[in-house]
């Protein structure tokens, strides 16, 4: 069980298959959190190929598993965008997968996870978990391939959520930033990567209602 799967279970306190029942997720993906490999390969044969083809993604991982954390993050990615709306708030999908569908590697995109829409403002965000308490052990952040220069180009802001210690903070992407870039990067499978550097940055205790406060911060600010 990898941890993406099992910190996401313990967050909303069920199995995430039951959860993405809930969520009307597709059959296919319910197979991939299920762990069903066979039925995956017999039913989806399309789907099973799109993941193997991800070898670039996988970062170590095995294809189901690298699937499994794939489903499993979008689960938590719908969650914040039914909690905003049931606050009020406009935040929508705007990823390459928005339609849940495991893409094939020529597909899979750089595109941030979502945007938030307030005040005739659009907000680019990309949703980014710690599942192992790496972030507070090490005091960095770490971004893959050319993630962090495409969210500069955009002016996103990163939304790091701790799982294990239920915190979070918004983190603007700009040269402001300490971050330095790493050629070959062992945790993801010797591709490059780029790390922030976290020591003066803040988290805070998980709200969903404090997160879109200072999601409207930021879009005054920018003002």
């Not at 490999?37 to 690298?66: F, Q, T, W």
């Not at 010797?190 to 940055?201: F, R, T, V, W």
């Amino acid at each position: 069980m990898t941890h993406t799967y099992k910190e996401l279970s313990n967050f909303f306190e069920m199995r995430l298959e039951l959860l993405a029942k809930k969520l009307n997720y597709s059959k296919s993906n319910i197979l991939v959190l299920e762990g069903n490999e066979e039925e995956l390969k017999n039913l989806y044969p399309d789907v099973y190929a799109n993941i193997l083809s991800c070898i670039h993604n996988r970062d170590g991982r095995s294809p189901m598993e690298y699937a499994r954390d794939l489903v499993s993050s979008w689960i938590f990615e719908d969650y914040m965008v039914q909690k905003f709306h049931s606050l009020g708030y406009n935040l929508y999908l705007s990823g390459k997968d928005k339609e849940r569908v495991i893409l094939p590697n020529s597909k899979v995109g750089s595109d941030s996870d979502v945007i938030f829409k307030y005040d005739n403002h659009e907000l680019n965000i990309e949703i980014m978990n710690d599942y192992s308490n790496y972030w507070e052990r090490y005091n960095t952040l770490d971004l893959r391939d050319n993630k962090f220069d495409k969210l500069l180009q955009t002016n996103s802001v990163l939304l790091a959520v701790s799982l294990i210690n239920r915190t979070y903070s918004l983190i603007p992407i700009n040269e402001e930033l300490e971050y330095r870039y790493i050629p070959y990067h062992k945790p993801y499978g010797g591709k490059p990567a780029y790390q922030i550097n976290l020591k003066d940055i803040k988290f805070y205790n998980f709200k969903i209602d404090d997160i879109i406060e200072n999601l409207k911060d930021i879009i005054k600010r920018k003002k």
